[in-house]
């Protein structure tokens, strides 16, 4: 069992910066893969990076490429979300999750096995 607590959320103008953070329990933090999703009013929940479980590889949505940077500290159980030149369109919230290890690919909600409960993000234009 691994329990997500996202932090950081929060009221930022275009062009802003956040950083994002996701604490895991648990001893087995090191064992998932961690993704980041958010989701808009009225939208579904859309992927936004993932990084490997020790951290080596990352992969992003299009929309985050060159703006977001999702990093890890296996030593803290914790992941990271830094967005910078934010935009009206990054508001939504932001979930963390820890895929398991069978399933579809890791940009996919129904990967992942545990999510925390959110944290909002809103950009004023």
């Known amino acids: 069992q691994v329990q997500l607590v996202e932090s950081g959320g929060g009221l930022v103008q275009a062009g802003g910066s956040l950083r994002l953070s996701c604490a895991a329990s648990?001893?087995?933090?090191?064992?998932?893969?961690m993704g980041w999703f958010r989701q808009a009013p009225g939208k579904e929940r859309e992927f936004v990076a993932v990084?490997?479980?020790?951290?080596?590889?990352?992969y992003y949505a299009d929309s985050g490429k060159g703006r977001f940077t999702i990093s890890r500290d296996n030593a803290k159980n914790t992941v990271y979300l830094q967005m910078n030149s934010l935009k009206a369109d990054d508001t939504a919230v932001y979930y963390c999750?820890?895929?398991?290890?069978?399933?579809?690919?890791?940009?996919?909600?129904?990967?992942?096995?545990?999510w925390g409960q959110g944290t909002q993000v809103t950009v004023s234009s």
């Open positions: 990084i490997s479980k020790n951290g080596g590889s990352t």
């Open positions: 648990g001893r087995t933090f090191s064992s998932y893969a």
């Open positions: 999750g820890a895929a398991g290890t069978r399933g579809p690919g890791p940009t996919l909600e129904r990967r992942y096995d545990y």
